[in-house]
């Protein structure tokens, strides 16, 4: 067995963005493990930041899919998580809750790799007006940063897994 067959390398490099989804619903227990992985992610000296919304209802599907310009993949996508931030607490200009939520969002899309579904990362935080639209959808309070959205479910598309080195953006001890 090499390195590449390891099931948890395989998921790593499998997990493409895909836009393309069945109606299959996420059973419940999916669901839960997803969310499991996404709190499993590390958080920068403890804070644990990150708060999830998880959306199944059509019709916020839907009203999410008009809000984000790149988003029309959730009217398709039977489930979506939105990794929020809660700010209070942390000091002027300290933005780590942004790594931590990236750490969570990344978690959730190598979970969903391996327990046969797809996603794609939808990028909120700092997109004007997106965010401005996308805020009063999921109806977050102003403490609240929404940084990103996984549209999630069974792939309706199927792309290559990763493979291979880009050599001159590899650099030894210095660049």
Same mark, same amino acid.
């Given at each position: 067995?090499?390195?590449?067959?390891?099931?948890?390398?395989?998921?790593i490099l499998g997990r493409r963005?895909?836009?393309?989804?069945?109606?299959?619903?996420?059973p419940g227990d999916i669901k839960?493990?997803?969310?499991?992985?996404?709190?499993?992610?590390?958080?920068?000296?403890?804070?644990?930041?990150? #708060?999830?919304?998880?959306?199944? *209802? $059509? /019709?916020?599907?839907? &009203?999410? +899919?008009? %809000?984000?310009?790149?988003?029309?993949?959730?009217?398709?996508?039977?489930?979506?998580?939105?990794?929020?931030?809660?700010? #209070?607490?942390?000091?002027?200009? *300290? $933005? /780590?809750?942004?790594? &931590?939520? +990236?750490? %969570?969002?990344?978690?959730?899309?190598?979970?969903?790799?391996?327990?046969?579904?797809?996603?794609?990362?939808?990028?909120?935080?700092?997109?004007?007006?997106?965010?401005?639209?996308?805020?009063?959808?999921? +109806?977050?309070?102003?403490?609240?940063?929404?940084?990103?959205?996984?549209?999630?479910?069974?792939?309706?598309?199927?792309?290559?897994?990763?493979?291979?080195?880009?050599?001159?953006?590899?650099?030894?001890?210095?660049?």
């Open positions: 067995m090499t390195p590449r067959d390891n099931q948890t390398i395989a998921a963005s895909i836009r393309k989804f069945t109606s299959d619903p996420v839960r493990i997803l969310l499991e992985c996404a709190f499993a992610a590390p958080s920068a000296h403890g804070r644990r930041p990150c #708060e999830f919304i998880v959306i199944e *209802d $059509r /019709a916020v599907l839907d &009203d999410l +899919a008009e %809000a984000h310009d790149s988003g029309k993949m959730l009217r398709q996508s039977p489930l979506a998580i939105a990794v929020c931030a809660q700010k #209070e607490g942390y000091p002027e200009g *300290d $933005r /780590a809750w942004v790594e &931590d939520c +990236a750490a %969570a969002m990344e978690n959730i899309l190598i979970a969903a790799r391996a327990l046969g579904l797809e996603g794609v990362w939808l990028k909120v935080m700092d997109r004007h007006p997106r965010n401005e639209k996308i805020r009063p959808v999921l +109806a977050v309070p102003p403490s609240v940063e929404v940084v990103a959205i996984a549209a999630l479910g069974k792939g309706a598309e199927e792309k290559t897994p990763h493979e291979g080195l880009d050599e001159k953006k590899i650099h030894s001890n210095r660049w």
